[in-house]
């Protein structure tokens, strides 16, 4: 029951995350990445994924943090990136549980670097290519719709791309 329970959720997570690379401001894309991260968050707690479930709830602190430089469209202080870091590192070892915990850690500093980044391309392209390294770690924790979100979250984030390079005043949001 708890894994169909985290399905479901995952769904909906899914939905937030997909949908978060096709908004044109990057305060926009973090706002429903937090979303995202909340439910995802909530999916892994009740999978044991304690690692992901840890580093969710980061990157919605991250983005809180930073929120305040996307809205003015300026780059967040590395200061303030390298402390995300240290605190993301120091909790992926206070929860490592083997190879597979590292994942999400190293996943979370690169969303933290790319976040920092006033370029939301930046971001865009780190989310896509985040997204196919959670494919392996989903798969590990039985988060099997969140595979197939994964594969979306990556062509979601292929079409926003081109549809920047090619024209950067046609998005959904």
Known sequence: MNILVAQIISILAIIAITSSVQFKKKQHMMAMASLSHLLYSIQYIILGAYSAAYMDTVAIVRNLLFHKYNETKTAAPTLLTAFIIVV???????TYDGFLSIIPVAI??????????????????????CAIIWVFYNFKFKAY??????????????IALIRDHKNKKKYLF
């Open 88 to 94: 993301t590192i120091i909790i992926g070892l206070t």
């Open 108 to 129: 979370a500093i690169a969303y933290t670097v790319s976040a920092s980044f006033k370029d939301p391309k930046i971001y865009k392209t780190t989310f896509g290519l």
């Open 145 to 158: 719709i969140c595979v197939i979100g994964n594969i979306a979250e990556f062509i979601s984030t292929i």
